[in-house]
């Protein structure tokens, strides 16, 4: 089992920033991937940004250059640091941690809302 707590949503103005953190119950590095997922009212869940234990990255193309994952193995922690951000990023942001198996394991997730 792996606990996820999510935290930093809010609201911010249209070319804001603000910084999600998820901490996990285990040792991150133990984790073959951790990522964030958005969900927006009406639509599916998406990928936003992935990160390996081994440290590859990648983001969707909607948020290249303005979102940058990242981890801090002392804290079990991984971040996502969301610049330049716009009303479509409006979402739930869910942070996410693969295993090696299924299931993985899912945050409760938390709000983001950019307004124009």
């Known amino acids: 089992q792996v606990q996820l707590v999510e935290s930093g949503g809010g609201l911010v103005q249209a070319g804001g920033s603000l910084r999600l953190s998820c901490a996990a119950s285990i040792n991150i590095f133990s984790i073959n991937a951790m990522g964030w997922y958005r969900q927006a009212t009406g639509k599916a869940r998406e990928l936003v940004a992935r990160i390996t234990s081994g440290g590859s990255t990648n983001y969707a193309d909607f948020v290249k250059g303005r979102f940058t994952i990242s981890r801090d193995k002392a804290k079990n922690s991984v971040y996502l640091q969301m610049n330049s951000l716009k009303p479509e990023d409006t979402a739930v942001y869910y942070c996410?941690?693969?295993?090696?198996?299924?299931?993985?394991?899912w945050g409760q997730g938390t709000q983001v809302t950019v307004s124009s």
């Open positions: 996410n941690a693969f295993v090696g198996r299924y299931p993985d394991y």
